[in-house]
């Protein structure tokens, strides 16, 4: 016990001289800028291109993946721990890409089969809506020589 | 193969931590390791059941209404409020931690009032924005909404879109009370009776993880 007191108190001492206010409000500047980007392309940009969703959900991705590594190693300081400590927290996280890519696979497999062995369902859940104007149909087309 | 080693063989001597953290720090990390997971497996399921459908709702379309703006149609900016509001109280709480460090009593109580107004902040828009898709006929089970291409919709998206943000909004109250708790705590000189701040660093950890939860939860409803 003396010596676990002794060792918050040694740890203490050392973080004190590293803790850095700026590069906190950097970390929110670039938190911030990064939203404001999304935002800007959600709102405006990614709307008119409707065919090519896929290529900004990626764009999404990359900046979500940004905003995460810059909480969990800034805010949540874990990139000044040392470097066993970041290891458990890191490797059991990388469970994450079998877990997203097996079931979202999953998914779409499910969507497959589903469509073709359920013709009724497949016309039910593609047959639009009476009297209810598709929102977004008329911007969904690509306009012919639209830039991209 | 296996060595032979005296029962009572100790490994590690003391002395300084192998993770040269503190042990409830440790063990706040391994306890987010196992709620990241949790909501990791509730939004992968969204995204499972999203995947097998053959149409879903547009975002642009079902959040695009801003308090007292009326009829105006502005996709994502009170989303996006909400989301510089988490940010902004997770800098105030990492502010929180700094003045711990110094020893700085006021500086903590300052910065962590700051942290739990904007908690309730994000509480307070969250409340609204229910209550304003209630008001649209959405809730579990009912779904007013058409997918993009006008297509009927299933109840899937208002059902997982309200059990995963009150999930995380569950977390975000969690972390308000013991913002609170923290902060009658240093009030009445605990902390500083103790010698150091360190409670407030592992309740910080707790309010980013709510942050970063955030941060994807916005990605998989209203970006995608």
Same mark, same amino acid.
């Given at each position: 016990?003396?010596?676990?007191?002794?060792? /918050?108190? /040694?740890?203490?001492?050392?973080?004190?001289?590293?803790?850095?206010?700026?590069?906190?409000?950097?970390?929110?500047?670039?938190?911030?800028?990064?939203?404001?980007?999304?935002?800007?392309?959600?709102?405006?940009?990614?709307?008119?291109?409707? +065919?090519?969703?896929?290529?900004?959900?990626?764009?999404?991705?990359?900046?979500?993946?940004?905003?995460?590594?810059?909480?969990?190693?800034?805010?949540?300081?874990?990139?000044?721990?040392?470097?066993?400590?970041?290891?458990?927290?890191?490797?059991?996280?990388?469970?994450?890409?079998?877990?997203?890519?097996?079931?979202?696979?999953?998914?779409?497999?499910?969507?497959?089969?589903?469509?073709?062995?359920?013709?009724?369902?497949?016309?039910?859940?593609?047959?639009?809506?009476?009297?209810?104007?598709?929102?977004?149909?008329?911007?969904?087309? +690509?306009? +012919?020589?639209?830039?991209? | 193969?296996?060595?032979?080693?005296?029962?009572?063989?100790?490994?590690?001597?003391?002395?300084?931590?192998?993770?040269?953290?503190?042990?409830?720090?440790?063990?706040?990390?391994?306890?987010?390791?196992?709620?990241?997971?949790?909501?990791?497996?509730?939004?992968?399921?969204?995204?499972?059941?999203?995947?097998?459908?053959?149409?879903?709702?547009?975002?642009?379309?079902?959040?695009?209404?801003?308090?007292?703006?009326?009829?105006?149609?502005?996709?994502?900016?009170?989303?996006?409020?909400?989301?510089?509001?988490?940010?902004?109280?997770?800098?105030?709480?990492?502010?929180?931690?700094?003045?711990?460090?110094?020893?700085?009593?006021?500086?903590?109580?300052?910065?962590?009032?700051?942290?739990?107004?904007?908690?309730?902040?994000?509480?307070?828009?969250?409340?609204?924005?229910?209550?304003?898709?209630?008001?649209?006929?959405?809730?579990?089970?009912?779904?007013?909404?058409?997918?993009?291409?006008?297509?009927?919709?299933?109840?899937?998206?208002?059902?997982?879109?309200?059990?995963?943000?009150?999930?995380?909004?569950?977390?975000?109250?969690?972390?308000?009370?013991?913002?609170?708790?923290?902060?009658?705590?240093?009030?009445?000189?605990?902390?500083?009776?103790?010698?150091?701040?360190?409670?407030?660093?592992?309740?910080?950890?707790?309010?980013?993880?709510?942050?970063?939860?955030?941060?994807?939860?916005?990605?998989?409803?209203?970006?995608?």
């Amino acid at each position: 016990m003396a010596n676990f007191e002794t060792t /918050t108190q /040694t740890e203490q001492h050392s973080e004190e001289h590293g803790f850095d206010t700026k590069a906190i409000w950097r970390t929110f500047w670039i938190l911030l800028v990064i939203t404001c980007i999304e935002l800007v392309v959600g709102m405006f940009i990614a709307p008119h291109y409707h +065919p090519y969703k896929l290529w900004f959900n990626i764009l999404y991705i990359i900046f979500t993946a940004a905003k995460a590594f810059y909480i969990i190693a800034e805010f949540m300081h874990l990139r000044h721990e040392i470097k066993n400590m970041i290891m458990t927290i890191a490797v059991p996280a990388l469970l994450f890409i079998w877990f997203i890519a097996a079931f979202l696979w999953d998914g779409n497999s499910y969507k497959h089969l589903r469509n073709n062995y359920d013709p009724h369902h497949k016309e039910q859940t593609t047959t639009p809506v009476k009297n209810a104007p598709a929102h977004g149909e008329h911007e969904e087309l +690509p306009k +012919p020589g639209a830039v991209h | 193969m296996a060595q032979a080693v005296p029962a009572n063989q100790k490994w590690w001597g003391g002395g300084r931590s192998p993770f040269n953290v503190e042990y409830g720090k440790l063990m706040m990390w391994y306890f987010l390791m196992s709620d990241a997971f949790t909501f990791g497996a509730f939004l992968i399921s969204y995204g499972t059941v999203r995947f097998s459908s053959n149409g879903w709702p547009d975002p642009n379309h079902v959040f695009s209404s801003f308090p007292f703006a009326g009829s105006m149609h502005m996709p994502l900016v009170f989303v996006s409020l909400m989301t510089f509001i988490l940010i902004a109280s997770s800098v105030t709480m990492v502010l929180a931690v700094g003045a711990g460090h110094a020893m700085d009593k006021k500086g903590v109580m300052k910065y962590l009032f700051f942290t739990i107004i904007g908690g309730l902040m994000f509480l307070g828009c969250q409340a609204w924005e229910w209550t304003h898709l209630h008001h649209e006929g959405a809730w579990w089970g009912r779904n007013p909404f058409l997918n993009f291409d006008g297509t009927p919709s299933s109840t899937n998206f208002t059902n997982f879109f309200f059990t995963i943000t009150g999930f995380h909004g569950f977390h975000v109250f969690s972390g308000v009370i013991i913002n609170i708790v923290m902060l009658i705590m240093t009030w009445r000189g605990v902390f500083e009776r103790r010698g150091h701040y360190l409670m407030i660093e592992k309740a910080g950890l707790y309010w980013h993880f709510v942050d970063l939860v955030w941060v994807f939860v916005f990605t998989c409803f209203y970006l995608f």
